[in-house]
């Protein structure tokens, strides 16, 4: 299973950026998927997660300005990230909890090499 994570860039404050994630090779479903990001200096932290359900969770700290999404396929995610702040900035990975065989009891989670986001003042 790999995960591609696109859409990072350069972008002043208060501006916006789409992310995207990608599920590919081998596997039975995709659960969940989520975005983490981690700042220079800083623990990795939870951005926002969305089941197979739709049932979606953020971080306070990006509440009413991101939206995570699923694609139809269920294997893919987006973020969109609006009204974006300094403190926005950081290398954002993609998280995928995946059912590889039908018959697995525990699903294993994968990660996306991260992309970088660059919120300038």
């Known amino acids: 299973v790999q995960l591609q994570a696109s859409g990072g860039g350069l972008v002043q404050a208060g501006g916006s950026l789409r992310l995207s994630c990608a599920a590919s090779?081998?596997?039975?479903?995709?659960?969940?998927m989520g975005w983490y990001r981690q700042a220079p200096g800083k623990q990795r932290e939870l951005v926002a997660v969305?089941?197979?359900?739709?049932?979606?969770s953020y971080a306070d700290s990006v509440k009413g300005r991101f939206t995570i999404s699923r694609g139809n396929a269920k294997n893919t995610a987006y973020l969109q990230m609006n009204s974006l702040k300094p403190e926005d900035t950081a290398v954002y990975y993609c998280?995928?909890?995946?059912?590889?065989?039908?018959?697995?009891?525990?699903?294993?989670?994968?990660w996306g090499q991260g992309t970088l986001v660059t919120v300038s003042s």
């Open positions: 998280n995928a909890l995946v059912r590889v065989r039908s018959f697995d009891v525990s699903p294993s989670i994968y």
């Open positions: 090779g081998s596997f039975f479903s995709v659960i969940n």
């Open positions: 969305i089941t197979s359900s739709s049932r979606i």
